[in-house]
């Protein structure tokens, strides 16, 4: 299976935005729904906002309002925009795919493939 690959962390002071994208060729809409998840230092890695093979998205209540997941399935890229970062945000960012989907943001075990990670850092 081709990997998944991110790219577009980096640091940021809060208040400010980054896109996170993630490319993902061999995983085609038909078969595959896809997330983001973050794992902080000392912590469980936990999902951010997913993408339905329909288009429908869900978001972690922490991101809400401030993340935005998308997905160009022509160039078979995974995005995640964030806006509004905080401190609590820092952490690294893994993009992942699953194929068995639906009911709201899935966690790490329902996923079939992994990213190998970038990392995001959120200054006060």
């Known amino acids: 299976q081709v990997p998944l690959v991110e790219s577009g962390g980096g640091s940021v002071q809060a208040g400010g935005s980054l896109r996170l994208s993630c490319a993902a060729s061999g995983y085609s809409r038909s078969r595959y729904c896809m997330g983001w998840f973050r794992q902080a230092p000392g912590k469980e890695r936990e999902g951010v906002a997913d993408i339905d093979r329909d288009g429908t998205t869900s978001y972690a209540d922490s991101v809400k309002g401030r993340f935005t997941i998308s997905k160009d399935n022509a160039k078979n890229t995974l995005y995640l925009q964030m806006n509004s970062l905080k401190p609590e945000d820092t952490a690294m960012y893994f993009c992942?795919?699953?194929?068995?989907?639906?009911?709201?943001?899935?966690?790490?075990?329902?996923?079939?493939?992994w990213g190998q990670g970038t990392q995001v850092t959120v200054s006060s």
């Open positions: 992942a795919a699953a194929t068995l989907c639906g009911g709201g943001v899935p966690s790490p075990a329902e996923m079939v493939a």
